[in-house]
């Protein structure tokens, strides 16, 4: 049996998958939500969202496709892992997502067929290409190129392609080589992690969003602020702290995650981290 099972939950609280429906909506997420979703209804053409490994950005990136799940105006392609090795692999691989068929042999063949189809899709049909790349910070410098270029293509009034780009910070450095790239950023936002105060909302919400009936019993006070000082209010480190916890509840055969099973858990991290 399961522990979320065991504890009278329908789900897993505390997984690091990024599932919108366990997205808990700090000021931060909040405000990046937003503003993505402003400048893709504007058709802004570039936004960047910045942040650490563990601030949630994949989570709100499935937050934002859900945002739009209903309106077929809007068309999104999803780039888990930028890591081509290549221009032409690339290309390839847009020209493959974008469903293109076309007898294409070369960069240049990519290219026009990848115009053709923005202007098709973007003037024609009046629809909104979205193309979201997590993990911005494994895409080459050749391939920022290429992305300048396809943000290139656009009418008087907007840019065809809504490219948003989902990094950590050390992305910074290889945009700003890219001549007029990060000029072009309609937004440019960071991700902070969460203060105590979020962090304690953060797991409330998601017991709840579970099915916990008294999601305010399961962690003491003291537990809590123990949970935020190791995690610093990064929401993947606090999820991973309180599944632990929560396998430890069910172990323990008790009712309430106190300080004595957070210090024991702590130390433990502490001791793998060494």
């Known amino acids: 049996m399961s522990y979320y099972s065991a504890l009278g939950l329908d789900k897993e609280p505390f997984s690091t998958s990024p599932d919108p429906q366990f997205f808990y909506r700090s000021t931060s997420h909040v405000t990046a939500l937003k503003r993505l979703e402003t400048a893709i209804r504007l058709r802004r053409g570039l936004c960047f969202v910045f942040g650490d490994v ?25 780039i888990l892992d930028p890591a081509y090795k290549s221009e032409f692999q690339f290309l390839l691989s847009l020209v493959k997502m974008f ?13 026009d067929a990848l115009e053709k189809y923005l202007f098709q899709k973007g003037v024609e049909e009046n629809k909104t290409i979205v193309l979201l790349i997590d993990e911005g910070q494994k895409i080459s410098f050749e391939n920022l190129e290429v992305l300048r270029t396809l943000l290139n293509y656009e009418t008087n009034e907007h840019k065809l392609l809504q490219l948003v780009i989902m990094s950590q910070l050390e ?3 290889r945009i700003r080589r890219v001549r007029n790239f990060m000029d072009r950023a309609a937004l440019k936002y960071t991700l902070n992690p969460f ?23 399961i962690f003491s006070e003291a537990a809590i602020r123990m949970i935020y000082q190791q995690s610093q209010g990064y929401p993947r480190q606090i999820a ?14 008790v009712k309430e995650v106190d300080e004595a099973i957070m210090s024991s858990l702590i130390v433990e991290e502490i001791s793998y981290a060494k």
């Open 54 to 78: 563990g601030t949630g950005k994949t989570t709100l990136s499935r937050a934002l496709l859900q945002s739009f799940k209903d309106e077929s105006d809007f068309i999104f392609h999803m």
């Open 99 to 111: 469903d293109i068929s076309a007898p294409l042999k070369s960069t240049m063949d990519f290219r």
């Open 171 to 173: 992305l910074l450095p």
């Open 195 to 217: 203060d105590e105060i979020e962090t304690r909302e953060m797991i409330i919400f998601r017991l709840a969003q579970a099915g916990c009936k008294n999601p305010q019993a």
């Open 240 to 253: 991973m702290l309180c599944h632990k916890a929560l396998e430890e509840l069910v172990m323990r055969g």
